[in-house]
């Protein structure tokens, strides 16, 4: 027969194991967590057309190894499920599919084409994304309670081309623009800004051509006899690394010479490489975040991602992004404490406010009404086998 005192033993381990198991159960419930390891997963082009941009991947998982030797985040270490896509969005998705139910978030996922496809995958899966490379546009139009998933620190290609634009038209003395662009958003939002840039300056410079190339063409001779037939004396670039140095070899051929501004994405010093002389003299655009090469603190911090991954020596700009990504869900980690859910991740990133990784670049705020958490960029010029700043950063407004 049960004492007094046992029952109350025995009501109190009760109240004990009732208190514990939402500790217990999020261990044990939440896909790609354990108590001490949380899983992240990552799509990106490690071979294909755009296979110099999967330097992301690595500079992510690079960060997060560096992370996980410092101490990890409260307690977990992080695991990094890094796939290849070859830059197509039927691969990526199949990685994704493949990933769900083993990773908690994602990160660092690549590509318009591919981000237009998969878009849906994360909020539908209770996945958070944090910092894809992508036309932010793409989520532009996405329901509130699906937009809640996804958390951007990247530049819209409209507002940045508009930049490029009214820069060259009043200081570069422009005259008539052309674009060569991927014929998906990438190069139509260019193209777009371009046009918007050039309707509001009212007649200061004229439309020249746009001309639009498959994501896996690589002969472009005709591309660039359109470009010249444009008449154009200034030429917006909007294409991968690859594609973007071939089109210079082809207008230098047949002896094209404008003045060449390029989107963000191909800022990398490894353009000296693909493009040769070719690339002295070309202004490309910088993203709001992070720094580029050749400043004190990116310098640092590509030093501890090529200790980590020695791939990426030659591609430390593109790294120095994907890096950016995991230093954004690392602190989203740290806000959303020891109880780790879905939830609380996205609490922790809406508590990011004028976050500037590692001290780069512009600040990143996010909130739970905003998820656009910084849409920046600045000018630079490819000088002597480096890209000098020509102006101070130039902050747009968040879309979302």
Not at 252 to 281: N, Q, R, S
Not at 351 to 378: C, K, Q, V, W
Request: hydrophobic fraction near 40%.
């Amino acid at each position: 027969m049960q004492t007094q005192f046992s029952v109350h033993v025995k009501i109190l381990m009760i109240a004990v194991l009732f208190l514990l198991a939402p500790a217990w159960g999020l261990a044990q419930g939440v896909p790609g967590v354990t108590d001490t390891e949380v899983v992240v997963g990552i799509s990106n082009p490690l071979s294909g057309p755009a296979a110099l941009w999967g330097a992301t991947g690595l500079g992510a998982k690079a960060w997060a190894d560096y992370v996980n030797d410092n101490g990890g985040v409260h307690g977990r270490k992080i695991k990094v499920i890094l796939r290849d896509d070859g830059y197509n969005p039927s691969r990526a998705m199949a990685n994704l599919n493949e990933m769900k139910g083993k990773i908690f978030c994602a990160t660092a996922i690549l590509g318009t084409a591919v981000l237009h496809t998969t878009k849906d995958f994360f909020p539908d899966n209770k996945i958070p994304l944090i910092a894809p490379y992508m036309d932010v546009r793409t989520f532009e139009k996405m329901p509130k309670e699906k937009l809640r998933w996804i958390f951007v620190s990247y530049p819209d290609y409209m507002d940045e081309a508009e930049f490029l634009t009214t820069h060259a038209v009043k200081n570069l003395g422009a005259k008539k623009i052309s674009l060569f662009g991927q014929n998906d958003n990438y190069g139509k939002m260019g193209s777009e800004g371009m046009h918007r840039a050039l309707a509001k300056l009212s007649g200061q410079a004229a439309v020249g051509d746009t001309v639009l190339y498959d994501v896996t063409e690589r002969a472009f001779s005709t591309h660039a006899m359109k470009l010249k037939e444009s008449g154009a004396d200034t030429l917006l670039i909007y294409a991968t690394p690859s594609q973007g140095a071939l089109i210079l070899k082809e207008i230098a051929k047949i002896g094209y010479k404008p003045k060449v501004l390029t989107t963000f994405t191909i800022c990398d010093t490894i353009m000296y490489k693909l493009a040769g002389d070719l690339w002295e003299g070309v202004y490309p655009c910088a993203p709001g975040s992070p720094s580029i090469p050749g400043d004190p603190i990116a310098d640092r911090v590509a030093g501890i991602l090529k200790k980590y991954e020695p791939k990426i020596a030659g591609k430390e700009f593109i790294a120095l992004y994907g890096a950016l990504s995991m230093m954004q869900t690392v602190e989203g980690l740290k806000n959303a404490g020891r109880n780790l859910t879905p939830e609380s991740m996205i609490k922790g990133m809406e508590m990011i406010r004028d976050f500037r990784p590692e001290g780069m670049g512009a600040p990143i705020t996010y909130g739970p009404d905003r998820r656009h958490g910084l849409n920046a960029s600045r000018l630079t010029q490819a000088r002597k086998g480096l890209h000098v700043p020509i102006t101070d950063y130039v902050i747009y407004k968040p879309l979302y």
